[in-house]
């Protein structure tokens, strides 16, 4: 099997690609960059997500190694989510993202409004 | 409403992410780097799409400004589909994200069989 052919189902690349081309990945490892987070914190903070939804992202993100879940021995149990230094590591590509939403998004909101009025 | 919160669900940049943070017209993006293609040649390159998904896809990245449509008055008509000036500018950020991958495949695999084994 060939890392380097995102466009083939079974390829490595495209297995991770399926990951982190994921919005609700890209935005806990936004909101993770400053530090750890319990569940309700991150549920709070990102807009429209389920509390099904986020426990799945976040069970999958650890099983890829970009999350760790700590959980400190106290009445009731406290547990944290945080980075891993791979975690950390998106950062930078996932702001290259959200750059170019930042700087287009008048572009494309100009472009769905005339859709629209077509 | 601000454009800088992507984590409000109707702030525009989120809505921006929504799209590209889609790992399917991730994958358009780099495939039509090149040049134009058919409905046909998109959906035999890229492994695993339905045309249903592709179709969607298309159209709403044609929405957003991203991908034009150029119908050739031929027998039977020959469909192209290109990307647009705003489309090609999604190149440098989308190859963060996978060379970002390519990098880091063996440990996101590695930390995926290390879960399965647990």
Same mark, same amino acid.
């Given at each position: $099997?060939?890392?380097? =052919?995102?466009? =083939?189902?079974?390829?490595? @690349?495209?297995?991770? *690609? =399926?990951?982190?081309?994921?919005?609700?990945?890209?935005?806990?490892?936004?909101?993770?960059? =400053?530090?750890?987070?319990?569940?309700?914190?991150?549920?709070?903070?990102? #807009? #429209?997500?389920?509390?099904? +939804?986020?426990?799945? @992202?976040? &069970?999958?993100?650890?099983?890829?190694?970009?999350?760790?879940?700590?959980?400190?021995?106290?009445?009731?149990? &406290?547990? /944290?989510? %945080?980075? @891993?230094? *791979? #975690?950390? %590591?998106?950062?930078?590509?996932?702001?290259?993202? @959200?750059?170019? !939403?930042? /700087?287009? +998004?008048? /572009? +494309? $909101? !100009?472009?769905? /409004?005339?859709?629209?009025?077509?």
């Amino acid at each position: $099997m060939r890392n380097g =052919d995102a466009f =083939d189902p079974n390829c490595p @690349t495209r297995l991770v *690609l =399926d990951r982190i081309g994921d919005k609700w990945t890209v935005l806990v490892v936004l909101i993770l960059k =400053d530090g750890p987070l319990r569940f309700t914190q991150l549920r709070d903070r990102i #807009g #429209g997500i389920t509390p099904k +939804v986020l426990t799945q @992202t976040l &069970r999958a993100m650890a099983r890829d190694g970009l999350v760790t879940r700590q959980i400190y021995p106290e009445v009731p149990p &406290r547990v /944290e989510y %945080s980075l @891993t230094p *791979l #975690g950390h %590591s998106l950062q930078g590509p996932i702001r290259a993202i @959200t750059d170019w !939403a930042e /700087e287009n +998004v008048t /572009e +494309v $909101m !100009a472009a769905r /409004e005339a859709a629209l009025a077509e």
